[in-house]
């Protein structure tokens, strides 16, 4: 069989376990920083679709799901900042571990951390202009997938866009090559590993999404999965 020809929908990541090595899990939310800055692309998605969005004067409220440590939103928060943008942002994640990360971190004025599920969002009757989403498409079983995409149509006032990995022989090598020499004593190397085995090519994705949704490629070997609301 072609290597990573099929999703590894059965393999679990070491820092999604419950009783994963809590001085692991640390450095790995402290290393995140760097893998995001180098592979996620959010310095290009704020500059060329969330930046257009936002406005100096009235604030747009983003929300933030899966937000684990807490990274992306800060570097978001950062660049409106200096670009004198007003966002308020909202980042929600359910796991304890990850939320008492987030918080212990120096705070950012209009940046608050929540520890809560979408699906408690849309029950509270949550609205906001932007929802995102960062390597957090590849964890979820059918049935999560498909209640993230409603619960993103149900919370966004403008626009969704859920960055995740796109799988390919190329992107698990290269991975794997480039972080050999780096990130010790951390779940850095080998639960991204898992990631790209775990995470979709295009052409599932597009099987799999409602109408509504558009997935794009994007280098380096990235998946956007993007929505706009019909009210924007």
């Known amino acids: 069989m072609r290597f990573l020809a099929d999703r590894a929908v059965g393999a ?5 376990r419950a009783d994963c090595d809590p001085d692991k899990l640390r450095r790995t939310y402290q290393q995140f920083p760097l893998v995001n800055r180098t592979i996620s692309g959010w310095r290009w998605l704020y500059r060329h679709r969330l930046r257009p969005l936002l406005q100096s004067q009235d604030a747009t409220t983003l929300l933030d799901i899966g937000s684990g440590g807490g990274d992306v939103v800060r570097s978001l928060a950062r660049w409106a900042a200096a670009d004198r943008l007003r966002l308020d942002i909202t980042a929600v994640d359910p796991d304890e571990r990850a939320h008492a990360f987030a918080v212990s971190r120096t705070q950012l004025p209009h940046l608050h951390f ?3 599920l979408s699906s408690d969002l849309v029950a509270e009757g949550r609205r906001y202009d932007l929802v995102i989403s ?8 059918p049935a999560e997938f498909s209640g993230l995409l409603a619960d993103s ?3 966004c006032r403008r626009a969704a866009i859920h960055s995740d990995i796109r799988r390919s022989p190329a992107a698990y090598w ?16 080998g639960d991204g590993l898992t990631s790209i085995r775990r995470s979709y090519t295009p052409e599932e994705l597009r099987q799999v999404v409602p109408p509504g949704w558009e997935v794009e490629s994007r ?3 990235r998946n956007l ?7 924007a």
Do not use: K, W
């Not at 999965?225 to 009210?231: E, I, M, Q």
């Open 153 to 155: 149509e149900q919370l």
């Open 219 to 221: 280098p380096p070997f």
């Open 174 to 189: 290269l991975f794997s090559a480039g972080t050999l020499p780096f990130f010790p004593g951390s779940y850095i190397r």
């Open 225 to 231: 999965l993007s929505y706009r609301a019909s009210d």
């Open 114 to 116: 929540r520890r809560a």
């Open 134 to 141: 960062n390597h957090l498409l590849h964890h979820l079983g």
């Open 12 to 16: 679990v990541e070491e820092m999604d």
